[in-house]
């Protein structure tokens, strides 16, 4: 079970991650981070009173706060490190956020056997080289280095504080739409800053109505994929859902191969192959 929704859970953060690339291409990134979120915190809003999930508050809501706090910080150290640059190094850091769950689970006495301990350093090695990392060319700002693993020790503990929000499945509803709600607060300060700067956040042409279902389905899928990797902690190794979960990277590469037809570096095709190898490896260890 914990292979399966760890899985489930790269494929969703791999799908999102390339709606939301593609999004950014035409609209300001904060605003695809609000509106999908906003658009996630709805459906949310609809499930927890459907189930009644109000009934599972409990001060484990904290993390949940705690992880809607923390997700868009990063996200925003990401694009700006993104920004400067080369994408070929910024990239392949961002997944390095694995070592914090991976680091929990070793805190709280998790031992992974031999094959489970191979199949960590081979899938992570794996997606690292997905991500088509640039050794040569183009130097590097030491700030884009600082933001980038800024960011990835964010998505890190997303991925930690997460997995302690909630014991069960109501309660995991409500704690989804408690650090939806948080992301979009924190968002949406974050792009009123950004507007009362000078940034736009429309496209010159505004928001077409059109790009609402990719909108939805790039808040939606990473809600699920926040949910899916709860799951997958609690019913499980978090050594083995983390690294398994941080898979994404090869999704987006194997998707924007899919739909727009870029052509995989040999680097990236390396990296795929060794992440499969790993997950083979956790999933059998």
């Given amino acids: 079970m914990t292979a399966l929704f760890a899985l489930a859970t790269s494929a969703l953060w791999g799908l999102a991650d390339f709606g939301g690339g593609v999004l950014t291409r035409r609209t300001p990134a904060l605003t ?3 509106v ?3 658009i996630a915190v709805a459906v949310l809003g609809v499930i927890v009173a459907a189930t009644g999930a109000w009934s599972e508050a409990s001060p484990h809501l904290w993390f949940a706060v705690a992880a809607g706090l923390v ?3 990063a996200m925003l150290a990401f694009y700006k490190a993104l920004a400067m640059g080369p994408m070929g190094v910024v990239s392949p850091l961002g997944s390095l956020g694995v070592a914090v769950p991976v680091t929990v689970g070793l805190v709280l006495g998790e031992r992974p056997g031999l094959p489970q301990l191979a199949g960590v350093l081979v899938a992570v ?3 690292v080289l ?3 990392p ?3 060319g183009a130097p590097v700002q030491r700030r884009a280095v600082v933001l980038t693993l800024v960011a990835a020790m964010g998505f890190g503990a997303v991925m930690a504080l997460i997995a302690e929000a909630s014991t069960t499945l109501t309660g995991l509803f409500l704690a989804l739409f408690v650090q939806r709600a948080t992301n979009v607060a924190a968002g949406g300060a974050a792009l009123w800053l950004s507007v009362r700067r000078g940034a736009p956040a429309l496209p010159e042409q505004g928001l077409p109505l059109t790009t609402l279902p990719a909108l939805a389905f790039v808040g939606l899928a990473d809600v699920a994929a926040n949910g899916t ?3 997958a902690a609690q019913h499980g190794p978090v050594t083995v859902a983390a690294v398994l979960a941080s898979l994404y990277p090869v999704v987006t590469a194997l998707a924007a191969r899919g739909f727009l037809s870029e052509r995989l570096r040999a680097v990236q095709a390396a990296g795929a192959g060794l992440a499969l190898v790993g997950t083979l490896l956790l999933a059998t260890g």
């Fill in 32 to 34: 695809v981070v609000v």
């Fill in 36 to 38: 999908s979120q906003s």
């Fill in 71 to 73: 997700g868009p910080m």
């Fill in 125 to 127: 090695a794996g997606v």
């Fill in 130 to 132: 997905a991500g088509g």
């Fill in 134 to 136: 640039q050794l040569r």
């Fill in 229 to 231: 990797y709860s799951i």
